[in-house]
């Protein structure tokens, strides 16, 4: 894998417009019996006179290998008869097939949430319901006030803003590092600390009394220290502690720039790191680690009082702030995730409710606008958007993927009625059925049945393939993932959006897909066995190779390329555009992009593991006189004289006896454009990969005074609908940059 050339990415996702469908559908555009809601679902009890019943057998070859099996202990291994060939479940081809469908039709997500809580190694419920985070451009904290939260005589939770001088000195560092920071430590006059031999006062002494006279949310009387340096930035730090005894203990000497002052302030030591760690243990990196700390202002430079503006706080701010919190220890255990500390909020709430915000903790507070720069006042009807444990860090976006679901109509079906098409022909269970329901606001068994599937014509390697990296997709990775209404990319003015403004209202759920790569199907980029070079890669981390065995499986059996599964698919009652529906999407040439329609030109449906790296790629079709189907009018006729009977005496149609209704508009819909474009991948020769670490990074970087993507990057998957042009990310431009180190607006009132 070559860094920073073109590529296609190897996750992206196929629109689903469900709302426009279901619109077509009752203006008469597209089939109802596809498209749309309160449509009529068969029992079980009978055979209705107009609908077919019958089977198709499947023939499917398998283009690339196909993984699948049990995953234990690092390995997984094909499950094996007796006669050493393969068990293939027929739920594997079944789910197969109806995600097919569920593509094709704009159905619901049938499965949404119930997400395998890996570190527990249990399943747990999860409705998607619980807002996401994502880490914020450090540029994003110039907008943040610091602020003291406090209970109101009412009970209820407002928050002090303490913002200090203004927006040129909001707060205070607080150097927390030994051998880095602005200033020189001083070693004298330090009353008690115990000299040690030769009668010195060693650095470390008097770092460690100043941390412990500078407790975390202690209010206290400090001497500040700003200056100019060389290059004219504005600094601002603690220097010294103003003593039980009224002396003033130095603890830092700044010997150069100019126009040096200095003052005393009361106000709050502001600790991110856990009671005990330095801000530098943070990150766990001895290089680039945190060297400096915040203090939140509560007097003037004169020592008077100085009440700042206070805001009232309501549940929700609460909530989110939980989330936030929560989202770290998520964070924590993942694998790897454990390498950085967790910081002081997070540690202090390893099982946070919503109710994580209390009286006295110290915040940084976001709000719905920022003072012009002419004005020192927040203004009075300012509001509070959300208040956060620390000023670079992770963030929750504005809505849950469940909130989108809801208002995109993509959720799991509540009752028989809202039931999708997919939903009618594979089955369901209502996820959380209303005390009393029955029948079909219960559970309804789907119409189609998968026999034993016949692996005889299947080849086995046993030789091992030690897997790339195999993670599951990361819902937060909002890029991946979202669309609008239109079914393309969210962008702003034309632009890629920042990280703030992604799960936002009026933004849809994509269905993940995983496009075809056809340099497998041309026999490129094969090792001696046929297996894709991709799919054993060593992931690359600054040009080295990283072999993180937690994350990887070893592949010890497999079925190789050529293979030729089987399997008879029964079905009962399905309507003529159901049936057709079926059919259409198991005609490999129908999966063929329009401009790529050629002689031999066939798309596939995928299955198994490592799908990313291009395994599992099956080509799915009907066999020769493999359908067979029968009205149930003509079948009770056969019934009642004797004549017949389901499944040895139904007729052989042919396919091309149920087209698929509407097929021209539903060619031309962004849903199925996208899926044909997954199905046969892209013909330019371009690799389908992941994006690199290096990539990764680079595409992440952002303007630091307004956070928005720099120009040529925050690049999002090409949309599978359109006319997909390879991504091609820039090669890292940036340049060292100094960063604003007060953050804050200014409060008014003293």
Request: proline share 7%; with cysteine.
């Amino acid at each position: 894998m070559d860094d920073f050339e073109p590529f296609h990415s190897a996750v992206n996702r196929i629109p689903v417009l469900r709302n426009i469908a279901t619109r077509a559908a009752a203006l008469g555009n597209l089939s109802p019996e596809l498209f749309g809601e309160k449509q009529f679902i068969p029992g079980h009890d009978r055979l209705c006179a107009d609908r077919w019943s019958g089977s198709i057998d499947l023939e499917m070859t398998v283009r690339t290998p196909l993984v699948f099996g049990e995953q234990k202990d690092g390995n997984v291994d094909l499950p094996l008869d007796d006669d050493g060939r393969p068990v293939v479940p027929p739920t594997m081809i079944k789910g197969m097939i109806s995600r097919a469908y569920e593509t094709l039709t704009c159905s619901r997500f049938r499965v949404f949430g119930d997400a395998e809580n890996r570190s527990g190694r249990r399943r747990i419920k999860n409705d998607h319901s619980e807002l996401l985070t994502y880490r914020a451009d450090p540029a994003a904290a110039n907008g943040l006030l610091p602020g003291r939260v406090f209970e109101q005589e009412n009970g209820g939770l407002a928050v002090e803003i303490l913002d200090g001088f203004g927006k040129n000195a909001r707060v205070a560092l607080i150097r927390d590092d030994l051998n880095d920071g602005h200033g020189a430590i001083a070693c004298t006059n330090h009353p008690d600390i115990r000299p040690g031999p030769g009668g010195r006062i060693n650095p470390q002494q008097v770092f460690t009394r100043f941390r412990r006279l500078t407790r975390h949310g202690e209010m206290i009387e400090v001497q500040l220290t700003q200056w100019k340096d060389l290059k004219g930035g504005r600094h601002l730090m603690v220097t010294g502690v103003w003593r039980d005894d009224d002396r003033l203990e130095k603890f830092f000497d700044i010997d150069s720039g100019t126009d040096i002052k200095t003052f005393n302030v009361w106000g709050y030591p502001c600790r991110t790191s856990p009671e005990g760690r330095t801000a530098r243990e943070l990150f766990g990196d001895d290089k680039k680690g945190k060297t400096y700390e915040r203090f939140f202002f509560k007097s003037t430079r004169e020592g008077r009082s100085l009440d700042g503006t206070v805001l009232p706080l309501n549940p929700d701010h609460a909530t989110r702030y939980a989330t936030v919190i929560r989202s770290y220890l998520t964070q924590q255990k993942v694998p790897g995730g454990n390498k950085h500390l967790l910081n002081r909020a997070a540690a202090a709430h390893p099982a946070p409710s919503d109710n994580a915000l209390s009286d006295g903790d110290l915040v940084f507070v976001q709000l719905d606008r920022t003072c012009a720069s002419g004005r020192d006042d927040i203004p009075a009807d300012a509001r509070v958007v959300d208040v956060l444990p620390t000023m670079v860090g992770r963030r929750p976006y504005s809505s849950s993927p469940h909130a989108l679901a809801a208002k995109q109509n993509v959720l799991p079906l509540a009752d028989a009625e809202k039931a999708s098409a997919a939903d009618r022909l594979f089955g369901y269970i209502v996820p959380d059925a209303d005390d009393g329901a029955t029948g079909g606001d219960v559970a309804y068994r789907g119409r189609l049945s998968f026999g034993v599937v016949d692996a005889s014509e299947a080849r086995v390697s046993r030789e091992k393939k030690r897997l790339s990296p195999l993670l599951s997709p990361k819902t937060s990775s909002a890029r991946r993932f979202l669309t609008i209404d239109s079914g393309t990319t969210p962008l702003r003015g034309g632009k890629p959006l920042p990280r703030s403004e992604y799960f936002a209202p009026g933004q849809f759920l994509g269905a993940a897909a995983y496009p075809v790569h056809r340099g497998l199907m041309e026999g490129k980029d094969l090792d001696k066995s046929k297996f894709p070079e991709q799919a054993t890669e060593d992931p690359v981390l600054n040009g080295r190779e990283q072999d993180n065995a937690a994350v990887r499986l070893t592949a010890r059996s497999w079925i190789k390329t050529g293979s030729v599964l089987r399997c008879t698919m029964l079905f009962s009652n399905l309507s003529q555009d159901e049936l057709a529906a079926l059919i259409w999407m198991l005609t490999p040439r129908n999966l063929v992009p329009s401009n790529e329609k050629k002689p031999g030109a066939v798309g596939y449906l995928r299955m198994g593991l490592g799908k990313p790296f291009g395994l599992g790629t099956l080509e799915v079709s009907i066999a020769k006189n493999g359908l067979r189907a029968i009205r149930g009018g003509d079948l009770a006729e056969s019934y009642a004289n004797l004549d017949g009977c389901l499944g040895l005496t139904t007729p052989v149609v042919g396919v091309e006896d149920f087209p698929l209704p509407n097929e021209a508009l539903l060619l031309k819909t962004p849903w199925v454009r996208a899926m044909q474009r997954a199905a046969f991948g892209y013909s330019d020769g371009r690799p389908v990969r992941y994006m690199s670490l290096k990539e990764n990074k680079a595409n992440n970087q952002t303007d630091h005074e307004t956070g928005n993507p720099k120009e040529g990057y925050g690049q999002s998957p090409a949309d599978l609908s359109e006319e997909s042009t390879p991504i091609k990310i820039k090669s890292d431009d940036r340049r060292p940059g100094g960063g604003n180190q007060n953050y804050g607006r200014r409060r008014g009132r003293r």
